[in-house]
């Protein structure tokens, strides 16, 4: 007989639930960005931003939060990456052609609406690829609170997208948003990464030197000048996703999955949500109207909201149209409006980048922060609302999928 569950124990299954459940680390992340906005406007402010300028030997808490927490982000990303192109959703071209399409078409859209606003400054111009990403854990958080009236397929295939999206932003960042660099310490960076594949070709396959070099990797990358989490995903490009010989058939006991697993709960939980803290506090003392209409922040908060919309759907409707890939399984066109709305969301990424493209300037950072925050408040409530009130595809008797009811 099983014995009845003690309170304790309820409360560590629901913990465990909550922690394993993926959309939970936007829910933690909406309360941090909160938070942070709440304490910047509050008596706490002139500690909270003395804390963040704070030195910790070389670097600032600011830095050591966006230049050495976020490599492990960045770590999981390529972990992601090169899971789903080997072996997961983007395996193949016809899982790969809709997503694939849908992300591209998702980062040129907000890029052009952003530069439409901002094509007569150059010291904002700067900032184009802002909204040019989408952050996965605050749209699955949305999809989280609409249960089961979303199709796994959407969810899917927007965890698709969002990958294929992070990949095109770790590009744009190594090519975009690189400092002067250090031939020096370039070289050695690429040195160290040749030992990373050479301990692949060797077929070792515990992580600990893997991740000895990786942070070698870290410290003569952030001396180069090429941003330092960049180093996160050239090591996870180099993890090996074979299993041990005594398992060869199970990936799930492969390096990539154990350090992917491994790392999931930490940065869901704690460094994304201090990213956050630390990014996301804005004073509104003495923001004007004509801050708000600046063209720095509306091109920034149109480009997530209509951009996103525009380039996503527009792009995927477009191949879906010409017969190249269908609609996600059980899906329907208003339903795929409502996830591309979602697509909208570009908090982590795109106050990453923003952080970067302004890093010298604390007012055009604000602004980057309140055309963040509004773009992507109103892109998920929208897409929230969307997707609340689509009708879904319910299959006829006897039948199995058919055409979308709204197509």
Same mark, same amino acid.
């Given at each position: 007989?099983?014995?009845?569950a003690?309170?304790?124990?309820?409360?560590r !299954?629901?913990?465990?639930?909550f922690?394993?459940?993926?959309?939970?680390?936007?829910?933690?992340?909406?309360? !941090?960005?909160?938070?942070?906005?709440?304490?910047?406007?509050?008596?706490?402010?002139?500690?909270?931003?003395?804390?963040?300028?704070?030195?910790?030997?070389?670097? $600032?808490?600011?830095?050591?939060?966006?230049?050495?927490?976020?490599?492990?982000?960045?770590?999981?990303? %390529?972990?992601?990456?090169?899971?789903?192109?080997?072996?997961?959703?983007?395996?193949?071209?016809?899982?790969?052609?809709?997503?694939?399409?849908?992300?591209?078409?998702?980062?040129a859209?907000?890029?052009?609406?952003?530069?439409?606003?901002? @094509?007569?400054?150059? $010291?904002?111009?700067?900032?184009?690829?802002?909204?040019?990403?989408?952050?996965?854990?605050?749209?699955?958080?949305?999809?989280?609170?609409?249960?089961?009236?979303?199709? &796994?397929?959407?969810?899917?295939?927007?965890?698709?997208?969002?990958?294929?999206?992070?990949?095109?932003?770790?590009?744009?960042?190594?090519v975009?948003?690189?400092?002067?660099?250090?031939? &020096?310490?370039?070289? #050695?960076?690429?040195? &160290? +990464?040749?030992?990373?594949?050479?301990l $692949?070709r060797? %077929?070792?396959?515990?992580?600990?030197?893997?991740?000895?070099?990786?942070a070698?990797?870290?410290?003569?990358?952030?001396?180069?000048g090429?941003?330092?989490?960049?180093?996160?995903?050239?090591l996870a490009?180099?993890?090996?996703?074979?299993?041990?010989?005594?398992?060869?058939?199970?990936?799930?006991?492969?390096? #990539?999955?154990?350090?992917?697993?491994? @790392?999931?709960?930490?940065?869901?939980f704690?460094?994304?949500?201090?990213?956050?803290?630390?990014?996301?506090?804005?004073?509104?003392?003495?923001?004007?109207?004509?801050?708000? #209409?600046?063209?720095?922040t509306?091109?920034?908060?149109? %480009?997530?909201?209509?951009?996103?919309?525009?380039?996503?759907?527009? !792009?995927?409707?477009?191949?879906?149209?010409?017969?190249?890939a269908?609609?996600?399984?059980?899906?329907?066109?208003?339903? @795929?409006?409502?996830?591309?709305?979602?697509?909208g969301?570009?908090? +982590?990424?795109?106050?990453?980048?923003?952080?970067?493209?302004?890093? $010298?300037?604390?007012? @055009?950072?604000?602004?980057?922060?309140?055309?963040?925050?509004g773009?992507?408040v109103?892109?998920?409530?929208?897409?929230?609302?969307?997707?609340?009130?689509?009708?879904?595809?319910?299959?006829?008797?006897?039948?199995?999928?058919?055409?979308?009811?709204?197509a």
């Amino acid at each position: 007989m099983t014995p009845p569950a003690t309170p304790t124990g309820r409360l560590r !299954s629901v913990l465990r639930d909550f922690l394993d459940n993926s959309a939970s680390g936007g829910l933690v992340l909406m309360a !941090s960005a909160v938070l942070a906005l709440v304490v910047a406007n509050s008596p706490l402010a002139p500690a909270y931003f003395a804390a963040l300028k704070a030195y910790i030997g070389p670097l $600032n808490t600011q830095h050591w939060i966006n230049d050495g927490l976020m490599a492990v982000f960045f770590l999981l990303v %390529g972990l992601e990456i090169k899971r789903e192109v080997l072996d997961g959703q983007l395996s193949t071209w016809s899982r790969r052609i809709l997503p694939g399409v849908a992300a591209a078409g998702g980062m040129a859209a907000p890029a052009l609406i952003f530069v439409a606003f901002n @094509l007569s400054d150059p $010291n904002t111009l700067r900032g184009w690829a802002i909204p040019a990403a989408t952050d996965i854990a605050f749209a699955l958080g949305v999809l989280a609170l609409l249960g089961p009236r979303v199709p &796994t397929s959407l969810k899917v295939f927007l965890t698709a997208l969002a990958i294929i999206d992070d990949l095109g932003a770790v590009l744009i960042i190594a090519v975009f948003y690189t400092g002067d660099l250090s031939t &020096t310490d370039l070289g #050695l960076a690429g040195a &160290t +990464t040749l030992a990373l594949v050479a301990l $692949n070709r060797l %077929g070792v396959l515990r992580l600990l030197p893997y991740l000895l070099l990786g942070a070698v990797l870290w410290f003569f990358v952030l001396r180069s000048g090429v941003h330092a989490t960049i180093a996160g995903v050239v090591l996870a490009f180099t993890i090996p996703l074979r299993a041990r010989p005594a398992a060869p058939d199970d990936r799930a006991a492969s390096p #990539l999955h154990r350090l992917e697993h491994a @790392l999931h709960t930490p940065v869901a939980f704690l460094i994304i949500p201090v990213f956050g803290l630390a990014n996301a506090g804005v004073s509104f003392a003495g923001i004007t109207a004509e801050a708000l #209409l600046d063209h720095l922040t509306l091109g920034v908060a149109l %480009g997530l909201l209509l951009g996103k919309l525009i380039g996503v759907f527009g !792009s995927a409707a477009l191949v879906i149209r010409l017969r190249l890939a269908d609609v996600p399984m059980g899906a329907t066109m208003t339903q @795929l409006l409502g996830v591309s709305l979602l697509c909208g969301i570009g908090f +982590t990424m795109s106050l990453f980048i923003g952080m970067l493209a302004f890093a $010298n300037d604390p007012i @055009l950072q604000d602004e980057v922060k309140i055309g963040i925050l509004g773009g992507s408040v109103v892109a998920g409530l929208a897409g929230w609302a969307v997707l609340r009130v689509a009708p879904r595809e319910v299959p006829a008797p006897g039948q199995g999928r058919r055409a979308p009811a709204d197509a």
